[in-house]
Antibody
Framework: EVQLVESGGGLVQPGGSLRVSCAAS????????MTWVRQAPGKGLEWVSV???????YYADSVKGRFTISRDNSKNTLYLQLNSLRVEDTAVYYC???????WGQGTLVTVSS | DIQMTQSPSSLSASVGDRVTITCRTS??????LNWYQQKPGKAPKLLIY???NLQSGVPSRFSGSGSGTDFTLTITSLQPADFATYYC??????????FGPGTKVDIK
């Protein structure tokens, strides 16, 4: 059974950094397109970043240059490094798999002083 | 980038009603469109992919149609479990994978 479990969210000050993780089971992260989507409180869904099986990465303009997507094949885990955080980055961060059919439960990142 | 609009932004309906939600895109996206259902505090759930293909396990009262720039999600005979927010998404293989603003379906 495919399962995705996010972790690493928390409270961070503006300008700070955080790394969120997405531990996968039931499939191989490195063989699939993996993506991050976020949702600010009370708002809609916003695509954030993707990493393809070949290693290519892409980012939304709103996070380009500040966030970095990566994966650890030995741990079968996807990561999102969040740097230079802003108040407007406050959101629940979800990871999702190829085909968009499997999502994690999300992890809340709160950026506040 | 592709821009997505949804209408209506919200609607009130009764159990048993037929509900139709529309998604429009700023450019022709063929049938590269997904539909999701999201309930409060939960992750989105894929309902329809490729504009009209029902995801495994999704009840047949959900259907999708359209191509190009105009798409529709239809729920025939609305059930209590269907009260949620629905999002369309551009799903071609190249990002950005833009989502529509959402349509909230609540109880009349």
């Amino acid at each position: 059974e495919v399962q995705l479990v996010e972790s690493g969210g928390g409270l961070v000050q503006p300008g700070g950094s955080l790394r969120v993780s997405c531990a996968a089971s039931g499939f191989t992260v490195s063989s699939n397109f993996m993506t991050w989507v976020r949702q600010a409180p009370g708002k809609g869904l916003e695509w954030v970043s993707v990493i393809y099986s070949g290693g290519s990465t892409y980012y939304a303009d709103s996070v380009k240059g500040r966030f970095t997507i990566s994966r650890d094949n030995s741990k079968n885990t996807l990561y999102l490094q969040l740097n230079s955080l802003r108040v407007e980055d406050t959101a629940v961060y979800y990871c999702a798999t190829a085909g968009w059919g499997h999502w994690g439960q999300g992890t809340l990142v709160t950026v506040s002083s | 980038d592709i821009q997505m609009t949804q209408s209506p932004s919200s609607l009130s309906a009764s159990v048993g009603d037929r509900v139709t939600i529309t998604c429009r895109t700023s450019q022709d996206i063929s049938t590269f469109l997904n539909w999701y259902q999201q309930k409060p505090g939960k992750a989105p759930k894929l309902l329809i992919y490729g504009a009209s293909n029902l995801q495994s396990g999704v009840p047949s009262r959900f259907s999708g149609s359209g191509s190009g720039t105009d798409f529709t999600l239809t729920i025939t005979s609305l059930q209590p479990a269907d009260f949620a927010t629905y999002y369309c998404q551009y799903s071609y293989s190249t990002p950005p994978f833009t989502f529509g603003p959402g349509t909230k379906v609540d109880i009349k």
